[in-house]
């Protein structure tokens, strides 16, 4: 320690006064930022050691892609890129077609460090503010990764990180979604023993967000669209430290569209396939009234999934039909409530059924409670296939759609509707898509860098 002290002590002045703040800081915290600042020149200098041993080596020029000749050395250029530790710079070999073909100049050390022609900032760095944007707003994240990188960083630097992240996602989907209407079906997701006996659950919802008027000039009216979310998860049993076994959904997978039921639809079958919707022992499919889920729910996925009707939103409308029939300010309407919602939970909604087909029948029923009571008739009966609650509680199954609403306020509320926010479509789908990735785990690999500790340090 003391020897590499020394060596770069003699080697940078710099570095010398870097060291000498180190020595002269008081408190612990000056001190860890003072040594920081000499490990961020020391990583600096250390990978642009390696930069220039590496570019001296002799390389296999590629052929020319117009001409075919090989590339002929043009010699040496820099190369400078942002990192999190400050701007690196390199010297290595640059190459040009000996006859003159108008191609761009060719760096093979570059192509072989994974860094584009025009790329200005490294990986770490830029999957760093992306995932800093995830979850703050642009500028926060500008300014938080300032802090980290020692430079200022513009909000439209990590928003263009953003945008070109998310485009590399939404390709990926798109891929995988092309093979999926080939009839190629993705590989079910490796998943633990336990795991893959538990059953599999699956709902969806939409959800409102603002948008800029068409065009996505800044001013003008607010055009609110739907974004469709669905969820799929595990029911896995979990033992708490008191020893409480409670069910924890894990893992759970999240996907997301801007647009309709039937843009919803690939979307959810794709990730349910590789969530393994196939070979789950039991798998479930939970939502509330939405006309236009549960035809997806038909079309695509009765043949493996039970249909249950999410309890709390029946319950919902059970009241309002007690309220439109018995006055909502009766005891006998709260009474008659609390009598249907109990026989519904028990799964035996017959008696309900039959006590609205009886209300229906009294004389000099306002019209609008008529309405009311036929409307709840027509739900019940519709999903009379996806009420048998006492069932559903026997088996350990969830009879609410409360994760497919916790999960559109993580993924929709928290990020995209802040005061003031309205978004471009393309904005706003670049930036899902990254949410989606993080909360999919498939974050890392968009950037093709490992930011987190591995698990044995
Ligand atoms: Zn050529």
């Known amino acids: 320690m003391l020897c590499l002290h020394d060596s770069i002590r003699h080697d940078d002045p710099s570095v010398q006064r870097l060291l000498g703040a180190v020595e002269d800081a008081h408190s612990l915290t000056a001190l860890i930022l003072a040594a920081w600042q000499v490990a961020r020149v020391l990583t600096v200098h250390l990978v642009e050691a390696v930069l220039a041993e590496r570019a001296r080596r002799p390389l296999a020029w590629p052929r020319c892609p117009q001409c075919g000749v090989f590339l002929r050395s043009k010699g040496f250029a820099t190369r400078q890129v942002m990192s999190l530790f400050g701007p690196i710079r390199w010297r290595r070999r640059v190459g040009r077609c000996p006859h003159g073909c108008a191609i761009p100049q060719v760096a093979p050390l570059d192509e072989a460090l994974g860094v584009q022609p025009h790329q200005r900032t490294s990986g770490e760095l830029q999957s760093l503010g992306c995932a800093l944007a995830v979850f703050v707003p642009f500028a926060t994240a500008a300014r938080l990764l300032g802090w980290y990188s020692g430079r200022t960083v513009s909000p439209q630097a990590v928003w263009g990180w953003v945008q070109a992240a998310g485009q590399r996602a939404m390709e990926t989907l798109q891929e995988h979604l092309h093979a ?8 079910p997701e490796a ?34 669209q739907e974004i469709k979310v669905g969820v799929l998860a595990r029911l896995g049993q979990h033992r708490t430290r008191t020893g409480k076994v409670v069910t924890r959904l894990h893992p759970r997978r999240l996907v997301a569209v801007l647009g309709g039921v039937d843009a919803l639809q690939p979307r959810l079958w794709l990730e349910a396939v ?32 039970v ?71 027509a739900y019940l009966e519709r999903h009379r296939d996806h009420l048998d609650y006492a ?40 930036l899902l898509h990254l949410r989606l990735a993080w909360v999919n785990g498939s974050f890392e690999a968009l950037f093709q860098v490992q930011l987190q500790p591995s698990p044995n340090t």
Not at 196 to 208: K, N, Y
Not at 370 to 376: C, G, I, Q, V
Not at 403 to 427: H, N, P, T
């Open 180 to 187: 999926l209407a080939q009839g190629d079906l993705p590989a």
């Open 191 to 224: 998943l633990a023993a336990d795991l893959a006996t538990a059953p599999l659950v699956l709902g969806a919802d939409g959800v409102m967000v603002p948008f800029r008027p068409t065009g996505g000039q800044p001013t003008g009216k607010t055009r609110w």
């Open 274 to 305: 590789r969530q393994g919707i196939r070979q789950a022992p039991q798998v479930v499919w939970l939502s509330d009234g939405a006309r236009g889920l549960w035809r997806l729910y038909e079309e695509r996925l009765a043949a493996y999934a």
């Open 307 to 377: 249909g249950i009707l999410d309890f709390y939103h029946a319950a919902q409308s059970l009241w309002k039909g007690a309220a439109a029939w018995l006055d909502g300010r009766t005891t006998q309407a709260r009474r008659w409530f609390g009598w249907a919602r109990h026989r519904l939970r028990h799964g035996q909604p017959d008696g309900v059924l039959a006590d609205v087909v009886e209300a229906l029948e009294v004389e000099g029923l306002p019209a609008s409670a008529r309405d009311t009571l036929t409307a709840l008739y």
């Open 391 to 430: 069932t559903y509680k026997e088996l350990g199954l969830p009879i609410g759609s409360g994760m497919v609403e916790s999960a559109c306020k993580w993924l929709i509320q928290q990020r995209f509707k802040g005061v003031g926010m309205r978004w471009s479509e393309d904005g706003f789908n670049h």
